[in-house]
């Protein structure tokens, strides 16, 4: 197979005596949608925290389209095009939805100053993609609905046309209708050559959108399948009894 | 809410949607005017003068200078309690360095050219170095600012003591003291070529504003609303100016020295004192910090940080190095309103800035600056720094004992912040 485009061998990580993480490894392909399952507080987003920059590791390593990669800051995930939607949305709500997609980022006139018309038209091309009943570009976030929200987060994840693409629970808030455009989004980026991280508790909307699913619990890696390998009640055994079925057999 | 795609009709809107300004500012307008009024009934008609107008002018500068760097400050959940004490620091620094180093240990005379420049470098280093180390304690070793800038609070005005030996140091150079107020104005020609300017750029501002607008096919308001904007700002900046410009030069100043006044002799000469340096000084900051706040960067990750520090952290925004630099902004703030409170006087005393601490956080407070972070206008804790010093002045006036003042001073402050609470709850917003 292909080099992965992100490598995670043996991480760890700990929060006093929690540990969160503890000796994970996990790779994912371009073109290719990974599921992380588990239980709350398995360490999904604490380990997928720790390859957008958001936490710095204890022990381990990533690897970058085969090179080791050092991430200690968010900023240095995002220079390896790294875009991550968080569970918590990492929303700034005083500001619009353009100054939060843009955020960090802002696009400036030639004099420096930042350009808001040119954000807000942006923001209302991609959102027309996304969510076209979005119409709140003027109000701060915090007016929004949850899903409203996690629309302008998916956006910002993806206006930057990012190679690896994390979503933790992207879809939590979202209506059905909506819920069917992230899947489809989701479709077309992997099409375009993605890898996304993906975390859901959905297990079949997960059978359908994933190639493989890996399942943690308790900060330790479960196991890894191709969909096509497993059932669902596989996965849930998986996920409750922490045993991989198919290595016992 | 309004409904944005092109086809269907704008929803109705009633008259103050159509200008679209902002219901605060206009509410906090609303109440200096009041507060002008009672206090003009209260003294018969001597509060609205255009001298006193110029002497409450002049008393705002110094905190609504330092009321926009707290702006910043609060904004981005912070607070800084040592403004007072770094100006009086600032103003030590400055008269030594005006009074005693440049002629005694560089050996430029007393009056050289230079000194006054020199000691204004020299003071706004002076801020923004002890800005930046309180907001270097403040940003990377995490000690919350309450407690950095009340231990600044005791530092640096004994700092200043120390420098000076307690002494007053003065008289002050007769260029820096210009910044005073009164002392260096620009008389009624220059006003008037100011406040011409100023008028042209603010339409010229509103202008392109709306063109760009246009350009990307937003919504504008209407023709009707916007021209009257245009209207109501071209009268304000004018208004203001010819009141300045109505305060006359009492004549017997004028006889001292009628060549100042561009008169020959006294007899007959009639001159303005027009805009003080130190309004301009003012109107300069201003200006500068809502450009900061609301076109560039910095202020964008200011605000998003207040919103939410760790949805700024995660977007790749270095907060720490952003508390450095507004704590040091709010230094060199405080250094620039150290030289217009000690030209003002024209010496600098161990209590100069005494309590501006307090009065420059009622000021962003009072002006909307919301303590839980994410909100706040430079325009509103100007507005508020000249009420608090309308009411001062006002009950002064009136002849109200200073302990009263205090009294009221500080109902109003929590009073302020109450209206503004239920507001925000009326229009929905969370803050
Ligand atoms: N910043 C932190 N400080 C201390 N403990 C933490 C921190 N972040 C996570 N943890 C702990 O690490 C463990 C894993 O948390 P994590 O958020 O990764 O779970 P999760 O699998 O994403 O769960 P959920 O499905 O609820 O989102 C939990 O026990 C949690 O309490
Ligand atoms: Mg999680």
Request: aromatic share 6%; charged share 15%; net charge neutral.
């Amino acid at each position: 197979m292909s080099t992965p485009l992100v490598e995670m061998k043996n991480v760890s990580i700990a929060f006093g005596g929690v540990r969160a993480v503890d000796d994970v490894s996990i790779e994912l392909h371009a073109g290719e949608v990974v599921g992380l399952l588990g239980h709350n507080g398995a360490g999904k987003s604490t380990l997928i925290k720790m390859l957008s920059g958001a936490y710095k590791m204890d022990s381990g390593e990533i690897w970058i389209e085969g090179n080791r990669a050092t991430i200690n800051s968010p900023r240095d995930s995002r220079d390896y095009n790294i875009e991550t939607i968080y569970q918590t949305l990492a929303l700034a709500d005083n500001l619009d939805a353009a100054s939060n997609l843009f955020l960090g980022r802002e696009l400036t006139t030639p004099l420096g100053f930042v350009d808001d018309s040119t954000m807000e038209a942006e923001t209302r091309k991609i959102m027309a993609r996304l969510n076209p009943n979005f119409k709140k570009l003027k109000e701060p976030v915090s007016a929004l609905s949850g899903g409203q929200r996690q629309s302008v987060a998916i956006a910002r994840a993806v206006y930057f046309n990012a190679k690896i693409l994390i979503m933790d629970e992207p879809t939590a808030a979202l209506g059905v209708h909506e819920t069917a455009m992230v899947a489809e989004l989701i479709g077309e980026l992997k099409k375009q050559g993605l890898g996304i991280f993906l975390i859901s508790h959905d297990t079949r909307e997960m059978m359908e959108l994933c190639d493989r699913v890996s399942v943690m619990k308790n900060g330790k890696m479960i196991g890894t399948e191709r969909v096509e390998d497993v059932t669902e009640d596989d996965i849930l055994s998986m996920i409750i009894l922490g045993k991989n079925p198919k290595s016992a057999a | 809410m309004s409904d944005q795609s092109a086809p269907t009709p704008p929803p109705k809107r009633n008259f103050l949607q159509s200008l679209e300004v902002d219901t605060r500012l206009l509410g906090m307008i609303g109440a200096f005017f009041v507060v002008c009024i009672i206090f003009n009934i209260l003294t018969d008609g001597r509060f609205l003068t255009p001298r006193n107008i110029f002497n409450l002018t002049i008393q705002t500068v110094s905190v609504a200078i330092m009321a926009t760097g707290m702006v910043f400050v609060i904004v981005t959940r912070h607070i800084d309690l040592s403004v007072g004490a770094l100006l009086a620091t600032c103003t030590a620094v400055m008269g030594m360095t005006q009074t005693q180093w440049l002629p005694n240990l560089m050996g430029l005379e007393l009056g050289h050219p230079m000194i006054p420049w020199i000691t204004i470098a020299v003071g706004l280093c002076t801020g923004a170095v002890i800005g930046a180390a309180q907001g270097w304690l403040i940003g990377y070793q995490a000690i919350p600012a309450f407690i950095v800038t009340l231990g600044g609070l005791l530092v640096w005005r004994n700092v200043g003591w120390w420098l000076t030996d307690g002494a007053t140091i003065g008289p002050l150079d007769q260029t820096f003291v210009l910044f005073g107020g009164i002392s260096g104005t620009l008389g009624a020609f220059w006003s008037w070529i100011i406040g011409a300017a100023a008028t042209v750029a603010c339409l010229l501002a509103i202008w392109s504003g709306r063109s760009t607008k246009t350009k990307h096919g937003f919504p504008v308001k209407p023709m009707w609303a916007e021209l009257s904007i245009m209207g109501v700002v071209v009268a304000a900046i004018l208004g203001f100016v010819a009141v300045l410009n109505s305060y006359t030069v009492p004549s017997r100043v004028i006889a001292r020295d009628p060549g100042l006044f561009g008169c020959e002799t006294a007899d007959g000469c009639v001159a303005a004192y027009g805009l003080p340096y130190s309004v301009l000084v003012l109107i300069t900051v201003a200006i500068v910090m809502t450009v900061i706040a609301l076109r560039t960067r910095l202020g964008r990750y200011i605000f998003a940080t207040g919103g939410n520090p760790d949805a700024a952290e995660l977007s790749g925004i270095n907060t720490r190095l952003l508390t450095v630099k507004i704590f040091a902004m709010v230094g060199v703030l405080s250094a620039l309103a150290g030289i217009v409170a000690s030209a003002r006087l024209g010496y600098h005393t161990n209590d100069i800035g005494t309590l501006d601490e307090l009065r420059v956080i009622a000021a962003a407070v009072i002006g909307g600056t919301a303590l839980s972070g994410g909100v706040g206008t430079i325009y509103g804790a100007i507005i508020g720094a000249l009420i608090m010093q309308s009411l001062q002045s006002g009950m002064a006036m009136v002849g109200v004992d200073a302990p009263y003042q205090n009294i009221v001073v500080g109902a109003v402050l929590v009073a302020a912040v109450w209206i503004d609470i239920q507001y925000r709850k009326r229009v929905g917003a969370k803050s």
